[in-house]
């Protein structure tokens, strides 16, 4: 196995259902194999558990993810932070739909009808703290 470097692990790119494996493991830490298997079938179309072992395993294999070997059950860890790696991701997502203009996909992301009163609320909290800071 070779070592990853962590340079290439900030800039990973995680697939979908890598992604799914990672939002379990950053919601609830350090988990079996059992554990995100169980959690993802909750939510998703059922899936066989050698499937999450296996993408679990590659995982590992990519540095995206720590394996505790002392027990029994191997216990599977995040390496890729969460913040770094979504962050990565909407930027990418930002170029690629949106030609890199943020305003383009705010205006895009507000004018869905998901937009609830709420957030539109907490929005308009958050300029208004930017633009006080900006003073």
């Known amino acids: 196995m070779r070592r990853i470097k962590r340079a290439e692990r900030e800039n990973a790119e995680p697939t979908k259902g890598e992604l799914a494996v990672l939002q379990v493991l950053w919601q609830h830490g350090p988990s079996t194999v059992r554990f995100v298997h169980d959690t993802l079938n909750e939510t998703k179309e059922s899936t066989q558990y050698t499937s999450t072992l296996k993408l679990m395993q590659l995982m590992a294999d990519k540095g995206m993810l720590g394996r505790d070997e ?66």
């Not at 004018?111 to 703290?129: P, Q, R, V």
Request: charged residues 30%.
């Open 70 to 135: 002392t027990n029994m059950k191997h216990v599977y860890s995040p390496l890729l932070e969460e913040g770094g790696t979504k962050g990565h991701l909407l930027s990418k997502f930002i170029d690629t739909m949106y030609q890199g203009s943020v305003g383009n996909m705010v205006i895009a992301l507000l004018g869905n009808e998901k937009t609830s009163e709420e957030d539109l609320k907490n929005i308009k909290k958050l300029l208004a703290e930017m633009e006080k800071n900006k003073k």
